[in-house]
């Protein structure tokens, strides 16, 4: 069982930044998984934005927040980051972040909501104008 507990949100003008952690409770650390966080707006699908194999693997972004968002990992605290800088009004929404187990994986993590089994509960984040 993986329990996966967000933390990092808050309300910040346009142009700011904020570091979101995941932190990853389990018997045994993360490893041969896909983690990825996700974001879903008001009245809007739930939306993948960043992911990555652990450890190592490909990294993926959403386009929308390319050259913006960073993700990261600290295998020996078990806890996945997504650093966010530049945020703009469309980056507000509730953050989500998820894992999925991949033994098999060739390092490849999607961004596809029906790929991740384990969920967080979320993390506010408001950007204002």
């Known amino acids: 069982l993986v329990q996966l507990v967000e933390s990092g949100g808050n309300s910040v003008p346009a142009g700011g930044s904020l570091r979101l952690s995941c932190a990853a409770s389990?018997?045994?650390?993360?490893?041969?998984?896909?983690m990825a966080w996700f974001r879903q707006a008001p009245g809007k699908e739930r939306e993948g934005v960043a992911s990555?194999?652990?450890?190592?693997?490909?990294?993926n972004y959403a386009d929308s927040v390319k050259g913006r968002f960073t993700i990261s990992q600290d295998t020996a605290k078990n806890t996945l980051y997504l650093q966010m800088d530049s945020l703009n009004p469309e980056d507000t929404g509730l953050y989500y972040c998820?894992?999925?187990?991949?033994?098999?994986?060739?390092?490849?993590?999607?961004?596809?909501?029906?790929?991740?089994?384990?969920w967080g509960q979320g993390t506010q984040v408001t950007v204002s104008s």
């Open positions: 990555k194999y652990t450890p190592g693997g490909n990294i």
């Open positions: 998820a894992a999925a187990y991949r033994p098999d994986s060739d390092g490849y993590c999607s961004t596809s909501r029906s790929d991740y089994g384990y």
């Open positions: 389990s018997r045994f650390p993360l490893h041969k998984y896909c």
